[in-house]
C-alpha cells in the first residue's frame, strides 16, 4: 500500500529564513509525487510536480529514492508563502495525500 | 480551461438527513474524483469516475455513501441517514492530462 507522511503539522519561520517541509513515502515502484498548496480562504491547489523538475515561487522538491523523500525546499520564505502544504503520491488513478504541514512565515 | 464547481459551499444537516453534493467539471472532463477531507487532515480518496463509469469506490467509507456522474460530466456525492463523523469538506478534482488533479473549492458538511 503506499503511504504518504508528513511529519510536522506545523512549521513556523521568519521571513527571508530558509523554510523546508518533509514528506516521505512508501511506495513499490517508481512513484510519481507532487505538492500542492492551499493559501487561505483558497481551493487545493498544485504547486509542483517531481517530473517536471520545475521551480514554482521558489520553491523546489528533489525525490530521493534512497530516502524516499520527496522534502519542499525555499532558500527564503515571504509571508505570502503561509499557507497548509500537502505532499501526494499519484498510483495509476489514486492520488494519496499526507496530512499536511501548515507553514506559517513570521515578519 | 474554467475550474471545477461545487454546490452547495455550505451544507448543515441534522442528523439521519440525506444531503447531495454536486459536482461540475466545467469544459468537461473524462476522470473525476471525490476526496473527503476532515479538520485538520489531508484529502482522503473516495472515489473515481471515467467519464460515466465509476471505476473505483473503494474509498467511500459506508453503504450510506453513493455517488453517480449519469451523462459523464456533472456528478453528485450522496450521503443516506447523515452522522456526525461525516462532517467534513468534500472535494471534487477533475484530473487533467499532465497527471494533476484540478480541485474545486468544496463543500463543507456539518452534521448536529
Known amino acids: 500500500a503506499q503511504r504518504v507522511t508528513q511529519p510536522e503539522k506545523l512549521l513556523s519561520v521568519f521571513k527571508g529564513a530558509p523554510v523546508e517541509l518533509k514528506c516521505n513515502y512508501s511506495?513499490?515502484?517508481?512513484?510519481?509525487l507532487f505538492w500542492y498548496v492551499q493559501y487561505s480562504r483558497q481551493r487545493l491547489q498544485l504547486l509542483l510536480r517531481h517530473i517536471s523538475r520545475e521551480s514554482i515561487k521558489g520553491f523546489t522538491a528533489d525525490l530521493n529514492k534512497g530516502e524516499t523523500s520527496f522534502h519542499l525546499k525555499k532558500p527564503f520564505a515571504q509571508e505570502e508563502d503561509s499557507a497548509m502544504y500537502y505532499c501526494a503520491l499519484k498510483d495509476n488513478n489514486d492520488m494519496r495525500f499526507g496530512a499536511g504541514t501548515r507553514l506559517t512565515v513570521k515578519p | 480551461g474554467a475550474g471545477v464547481s461545487q454546490s452547495p459551499r455550505y451544507k448543515v444537516a441534522k442528523r439521519g438527513q440525506d444531503v447531495a453534493l454536486r459536482c461540475d467539471p466545467i469544459?468537461?472532463?473524462?476522470?473525476l474524483f471525490w476526496y473527503q477531507q476532515a479538520l485538520g487532515q489531508g484529502p482522503e480518496f473516495l472515489t473515481y469516475?471515467?467519464?460515466?463509469?465509476?471505476?473505483?469506490k473503494s474509498g467511500l467509507p459506508s453503504d450510506r455513501f453513493f455517488a453517480e456522474r449519469p451523462e459523464g460530466s456533472v456528478s453528485t456525492l450522496k450521503i443516506q441517514r447523515t452522522q456526525q463523523e461525516d462532517s467534513a469538506v468534500y472535494l471534487c478534482?477533475?484530473?487533467?492530462?499532465?497527471?494533476?488533479?484540478?480541485f474545486g473549492e468544496g463543500s463543507r458538511l456539518t452534521v448536529l
Open positions: 469516475f471515467q467519464n460515466e463509469a465509476q471505476l473505483d
Open positions: 469544459s468537461g472532463h473524462v476522470s
Open positions: 511506495y513499490s515502484g517508481s512513484p510519481e
Open positions: 478534482a477533475k484530473g487533467l492530462i499532465t497527471g494533476e488533479l484540478f
